[in-house]
């Protein structure tokens, strides 16, 4: 299978809300038991945000105040 559709399907079945984009990774590698190199990762949440099939994550610089919009 590959990332942008085990991105999707993760995102289907669990909610993923950690506290910056590494934490955030790590759960997703968790939870599918795959190690993924961060700029694939990152390449691959881009272009499905960009195709509007996810919305999250916002990425805040750490000690930011964090606010979640819907």
């Not at 984009?21 to 993924?36: H, M, P, S, T």
């Amino acid at each position: 299978m590959d990332l942008d559709s085990l991105i999707l399907r993760t995102a289907f079945r669990h909610r993923i809300v950690e506290s910056d984009k590494d934490a955030g990774q790590a759960r997703f590698e968790a939870i599918v038991g795959l190690a993924v190199g961060a700029e694939e990762f990152g390449a691959a949440v881009g272009r499905l945000q960009s195709e509007g099939l996810i919305f999250d994550p916002v990425t805040l610089p750490a000690g930011a105040l964090q606010c979640h919009w819907r």
